[in-house]
């Protein structure tokens, strides 16, 4: 079996990839709106890493961690063990996280800083831990980031779903409850007092520090990386798969503005071709990183 790397160097900076859950062979249109098997087959650079011969996706659900001028950050916590969750594979799960998480040499009282792209249910899981049936924070002694939009956001959208509320999900469909979402895996933080809000091109260290990627959330965030001359950047869903860097109109199912999504993405592909930045995919199988690269018209990540 092919082996991949689970970390990484850029500059002084080390970046390592803490796997909760693959997604081999899922559906076209599970994550990627109305994408079909026959689409994902004519990108035909996505096999074999990134989807099947049958034009099913790979992904998955992992966070990174950034050790970084003494620092050691973790970007997105995926979605947690004990969670109630509508969705069944994510739903009182039990799996080794944290015990991966050490094994990596991080263990929960190292971890100096939370960051979450956006406040989706598999990007805040592991931001809170069931303790004698109490949401207690998992990272005692971090400071975890939140968008000063994006929980506006996610504030507004509760009131309007009490006011409002949706409709049943439609089988097959990803069912995300936001309230529930809030309770269990970011309210914790808040009442413990261990969040802050900040603005989207935050700066954590002088080699850390985020930048607008709005239309998956209205506040989402991905993160970019400087030292020594080299530049990474760790995507967040801005994009969820690396079929969106051939097609960068294609939406998720669930943007919250299509058409921000798009102009974002489509900025971002054209700005980081051939540049020589490494891309990190939140969701994007093993090898994870790769540079953007023209292909023709369009463009491709190279691994």
Same mark, same amino acid.
């Given at each position: 079996m092919e082996q991949h790397p689970t970390?990484?160097?850029v500059g002084n900076v080390k970046i390592s990839k803490i796997v909760e859950m693959e997604l081999g062979g899922a559906p076209s249109d599970l994550?990627?709106?109305?994408?079909?098997?026959?689409?994902?087959?004519?990108v035909s650079w996505l096999q074999p890493h990134f989807a099947t011969a049958d034009g099913s996706m790979n992904l998955t659900i992992q966070a990174f961690v950034i050790e970084s001028e003494g620092k050691k950050i973790i970007v997105d916590t995926c979605v947690g063990n004990d969670k109630t969750r509508d969705f069944p594979p994510w739903n009182d799960m039990h799996g080794p996280f944290l015990t991966d998480l050490a094994a990596a040499g991080f263990s929960r009282e190292s971890i100096d800083t939370v960051l979450c792209t956006h406040l989706h249910v598999d990007h805040v899981g592991w931001n809170t831990m069931l303790v004698d049936g109490k949401w207690v924070p998992t990272f005692p002694k971090a400071n975890y980031l939140f968008a000063r939009i994006e929980w506006a956001h996610w504030q507004a959208e509760i009131a309007a779903l009490k006011a409002a509320p949706p409709p049943p999900p439609v089988e097959g469909e990803l069912p995300i409850d936001p309230a529930q979402v809030m309770n269990d895996s970011v309210i914790p933080i808040i009442e413990a007092g261990l969040h802050t809000l900040v603005e989207t091109d935050h700066v954590i260290t002088s080699e850390v520090s985020l930048i607008p990627t709005p239309g998956h959330t209205p +506040?989402?965030?991905?993160v970019r990386i400087r030292s020594n001359g080299q530049e990474a950047i760790i995507t967040g869903d801005m994009m969820h798969h690396p079929y969106q860097i051939a097609v960068p109109d294609q939406c998720s199912n669930f943007d919250s503005d299509e058409e921000a999504g798009r102009v974002?993405?489509?900025?971002?592909?054209?700005?980081?071709?051939?540049? +020589?930045?490494?891309i990190f995919g939140t969701h994007f199988a093993a090898p994870t990183a790769g540079h953007i690269v023209t292909d023709g018209a369009t463009y491709k990540l190279k691994v």
């Open positions: 970390t990484w160097r994550i990627l709106k109305g994408l079909t098997p026959a689409e994902v087959q004519a +506040g989402h965030v991905s974002t993405r489509r900025a971002f592909v054209k700005a980081h071709a051939n540049d +020589g930045v490494l």
